[in-house]
């Protein structure tokens, strides 16, 4: 039952997680509020009971957002200036959710409901106007973020295990899919994450199929260079210098042909980040570099609510304690996932993709993780969850 309730959630989050009001906003909200109050009450059950152990992992993230308290405590006592860090705590309590009655397969099966809810989106486009605001939320960069690759790498990934030759169709079909929709999002970093899938699965493709080696690197190539061709002969002006220092008004967003903005204004989001951490080493809270990014940003006068790199959020957030922290969580993940190729694929993509991206507010990415299965074995062994884990 909770597979299901989480699958359901997959699937309305492209749906319903935008910026607009209304019913079905409200019934959204309502319902993962609603889980993440059951996976708060599963987790003391099941840790008062003795039934689950709880792991380092969770201990680390745990940490990470009460440091996120400390700095909106440090920052000021406007209630406003936490309010991230309870969305952190709602992010927190669906991961121990899954951590208590989800399996790794289980977790995967959720990003594919979710990838059915980006077509299912898509589809909808034309009918009405609902579909049509739908459909173009759907395709912004802003709104699909990076899950597109992570889901094609998901779907191949379960194409070359053993499974009925109807259901390895509808994973290609949904692969397709994502693939145009990732181009069609003008992204250079999801087309960097799709390069960094399609090496991945040719070097996989080419050892197990040894006697194909030829005919897999003749793809491969000719594949990577037709995706790479579409990409910048499309999207040109995406690819070119960014302008000088100069600053950027409203009229250049209006206008992005004229010129490549968006490298310039994050190396500022960059360097107006490090200075506010300097300036606050504890940290201002989640959600707060807004606040500051008018004072330091020198390079443009453009406004964000946050500064398109996870690295620099967690800096300015949590301050020192945070990140180092945030660090040995990673290298403990990796240590976690010795002897699985493909969840170390996904650790990297995520890790490459927060260098432009800001992820930890996303309501999916983390539950890769989040089950007993990865984080208890460095073997690795796909079969379920575990009662016990080896912290």
Not at 45 to 61: D, E, G, M, P
Not at 115 to 141: C, H, P, T
Not at 279 to 295: K, Q, R
Not at 356 to 361: D, E, G, M, Q
Request: glycine letters at 8%.
């Amino acid at each position: 039952m909770v597979a299901l309730l989480l699958y359901i959630y997959s699937f309305i989050i492209p749906l319903f997680d935008r910026p607009t009001s209304g019913d079905s906003r409200d019934y959204y909200l309502m319902y993962i509020i609603s889980l993440a109050v059951l996976g708060v009450i599963s987790a003391i059950y099941r840790f008062s009971t003795s039934k689950v152990a709880i792991n380092k992992f969770f201990v680390l993230c745990a940490i990470i957002i009460g440091f996120g308290f400390v700095g909106a405590l440090a920052y000021g006592e406007n209630i406003l200036y936490f309010r991230y860090s309870f969305s952190m705590v709602f992010l927190y309590a669906i991961m121990l959710l899954v951590y208590n009655h989800l399996s790794y397969e289980q977790v995967t099966r959720m990003f594919l409901f979710y990838g059915a809810g980006l077509l299912v989106g898509a589809i909808l486009g034309g009918m009405g106007e609902w579909g049509m605001r739908l459909s173009g939320d759907i395709v912004s960069a802003g709104n699909v973020g990076i899950m597109p690759p992570i889901i094609i790498a998901i779907c191949l990934n379960k194409i070359l295990q053993s499974g009925p030759n109807v259901y390895k169709g509808a994973l290609l079909g949904l692969g397709s899919f994502l693939i145009y929709l990732s181009a069609f999002t003008q992204s250079r970093i999801n087309f960097v994450l799709l390069c960094l899938v399609g090496l991945y699965f040719f070097i996989v493709c080419r050892n197990r199929f040894r006697r194909y080696r030829t005919v897999f690197s003749v793809f491969f190539i000719i594949i990577l260079a037709t995706v790479g061709i579409y990409y910048y002969q499309t999207f040109q002006y995406r690819f070119q210098d960014p302008i000088s220092t100069q600053q950027i008004s409203m009229d250049v967003l209006t206008n992005p042909d004229a010129v490549d903005y968006s490298i310039l204004t994050r190396v500022g989001f960059v360097l107006a980040g490090v200075n506010i951490f300097i300036d606050n080493p504890l940290g201002v809270g989640f959600g707060n570099f807004t606040d500051f990014l008018a004072e330091y940003n020198t390079l443009t006068n453009i406004t964000i609510a946050h500064p398109h790199n996870t690295y620099i959020e967690i800096l300015v957030s949590t301050g020192i304690g945070g990140t180092l922290c945030a660090l040995f969580l990673v290298w403990y993940l990796f240590q976690r996932l010795k002897g699985d190729s493909f969840m170390q694929l996904i650790l990297v993509l995520l890790l490459v993709a927060g260098l432009s991206s800001t992820l930890i507010y996303d309501k999916m990415l983390f539950l890769l993780f989040a089950s007993r299965d990865v984080l208890a074995s460095n073997s690795m062994e796909k079969s379920g969850a575990k009662e016990t884990v080896k912290a």
